[in-house]
């Protein structure tokens, strides 16, 4: 069974845009934005492209 994602869009543009406020634009990427959430960057991708 695959499992069950943790994280949904709400909560991923939430820290991003959080990031951008902190450090701007520049700041945002895929690896960083894992990093801040404490997960890969697997589910990051999984959203944004198979939505």
Known sequence: MAPKER???EILL???FEMVRK???DSVN???LAKEL???TKP???LL???
């Open 30 to 32: 895929a690896r960083d």
């Open 44 to 46: 990051i991708f999984r």
């Open 14 to 16: 939430d820290c991003a």
């Open 23 to 25: 450090s701007g634009i």
């Open 38 to 40: 404490g997960c890969s």
């Open 49 to 51: 492209f198979l939505n």
């Open 7 to 9: 994280f949904k869009e």
